[in-house]
């Protein structure tokens, strides 16, 4: 339930969006710990510097928490018409890593506002405020979101000859009586044409039969099965047992993405809530934990983009016919439930597997690069901090969604991906933003940076380099506990 995990602060969430989601609220924002009093001279530097910090990243989206203390049950609409979404771009001097290109690292700060005179006063008091903060200049507004499709930053490639030789292998793989799975594994690991991928996915998450004559009969009966569960259970989300189960779900859900338009609309709302509404119910054994709904949406847009050729981010889906909504959300639920049943330990209670997972990347950087290990020993800042989130939303929130869509290709192709190779593609993640993180002076600097780490800009090409040294460092060191630990 929603409720159910209340971890201390150093082991909660924290509460900074990253890539592709809005930060702070500047209405609420205490002063950051460079402007706060010594308030007492007893105390720590570390319990004081990460505690005032904490103090100064409150989660914008949580302040209209208490305005749901009369909630009623229903389905969600869109973001008021009178909210303002105001978007603060800042920039690092630092270059991108991988690319060796001009391309600036920008980091997305997004408040949403009620359009009141008053609010609208503090909302130039606040950004005043931020672009007195060395950490974040401020630079003119860009368009909220990427686009989703499958690209680099430079835009949507044509087909090479390459390309459509690898689509055509996938087609007739897939074409063959009986799948040959591990040959689709090791042509997915590279990338999956979008074409074919809706297919692939399904298969290598096991939702799906290799054999072709099958899949018709198990597609219906699954199908059938969730909305069976819909019928069977979804009116008990107004009993009082799964009420905070619902409300939880209720407030979550127009966080997702929230700058994305396809997630805010009332259709794509309401399928997310019965989704996750009947996995809560049907694994009490952890219940709907945050960050569970992200994990929803690239499954949801993979099935969407079935049966829509251009971007689906703006794409209407209550323009799809019923019969179509209704296969998208019940292969979502399914293939959602695939990926969690390897990792369910993350979301029971005191989530014990994202705390090993945690543990074991502190170890494992500690071992490939040492100078990372020790300039956060010396700045006193705890990898729970910032990999409890990377875990929690398997890097949902530090990644674009095309990022993320390219990512789990691999992981769905790697035995135990989602599980344990993300591990390793963590440790490359925090490896391929050395320059910056030695280039940081202080705690707050660096915490700032490591949970708004500026990918905006990345692509396939970008994600590539990367699972290519997450695999690497697998290599290394999955077998050898000797090199693994000290």
């Known amino acids: 339930a929603s409720g159910q995990i209340r971890l201390s602060l150093f082991y909660s969430i924290q509460p900074v969006y990253g890539a592709q989601h809005p930060p702070l609220d500047p209405r609420i924002q205490h002063t950051f710990p460079k402007d706060t009093p010594k308030a007492n001279s007893l105390k ?32 969600p609409a869109t973001l008021p018409s009178e909210a303002l979404c105001c978007v603060i771009i800042s920039q690092t001097d630092a270059p991108v890593l991988s690319l060796s290109l001009s391309v600036e690292s920008d980091q997305r700060l997004c408040g949403v506002l009620k359009d009141s005179p008053d609010n609208m006063a ?29 690209q680099n930053s430079s835009g949507a490639p044509t087909m090479t000859v390459r390309d459509k030789s690898r689509l055509d292998k996938f087609k007739y793989l897939l074409s063959c009586p009986n799948t040959d799975l591990e040959e ?14 809706p297919i692939t996915w399904r298969l290598l998450s096991g939702y799906l039969p290799a054999n072709m004559e099958r899949r018709e009969q198990v597609l219906k009966r699954k199908r059938d099965e969730y909305f069976g569960f819909i019928e069977q259970y979804y009116h008990s989300r107004t009993d009082e047992t799964y009420r905070d189960t619902y409300r939880q779900i209720h407030i979550d859900i127009p966080r997702t993405n929230p700058l994305i338009p396809l997630f805010q609309q009332p259709t794509v709302q309401e399928v997310f809530e019965r989704i996750l509404f009947i996995w809560a119910i049907r694994h009490p054994a952890s219940g709907y934990v945050q960050g569970i709904n992200d994990l929803v949406t690239p499954f949801f847009v993979v099935f969407l983009s079935e049966f829509v050729e251009e971007d689906v981010e703006n794409f209407d889906v209550a323009s799809l016919p019923l019969d179509t909504q209704r296969n998208i959300e019940a292969d979502s639920f399914w293939c959602m439930t695939k990926l969690l049943d390897g990792i369910q330990d993350n ?102 940076l490591l949970q708004n780490l500026p990918t905006i800009h990345w692509g396939n090409e970008e994600v590539g380099l990367l699972l290519a040294e997450a695999y690497r460092l697998k290599y290394m060191f999955a077998d050898a506990p000797n090199h693994y630990k000290r």
Not at 59 to 72: K, P, Q, S
Not at 124 to 136: D, I, M
Not at 185 to 196: F, L, N, Y
């Open 44 to 75: 720590t530097k570390k319990a004081s510097s990460f505690h005032e910090f904490a103090r100064s990243t409150n989660d914008a989206w949580d302040i209209d928490d208490e305005e749901d203390e009369d909630f009623a049950p229903c389905h």
């Open 122 to 150: 503090s909302s130039s008091t606040a950004r005043s405020t931020l672009q007195k903060q060395q950490s974040l200049p401020v630079r003119p507004i860009i368009p909220l979101v990427a686009r989703i499709s499958d």
């Open 184 to 197: 689709l594994r090791k042509h997915s690991w590279s990338g999956i044409p979008r074409e074919v991928r």
């Open 347 to 448: 979301y029971t209670f005191a989530q014990p597997g994202i705390q090993n997972k945690v543990k074991a990347l502190e170890e494992l950087v500690s071992r490939i690069d040492e100078d990372i290990h020790n300039y956060f020993k010396r700045n006193e800042v705890e990898y729970l901090q910032f990999a409890f989130r990377w875990m929690n939303n398997l890097l949902m929130r530090e990644l674009p969604l095309r990022c993320t869509i390219r990512l789990w290709d691999t992981y769905q192709a790697e035995q135990e991906g989602f599980s344990h190779f993300h591990l390793y593609v963590c440790a490359a993640f925090l490896i391929e933003w050395r320059k910056e993180i030695l280039s940081m002076v202080d705690f707050q600097g660096l915490l700032m």
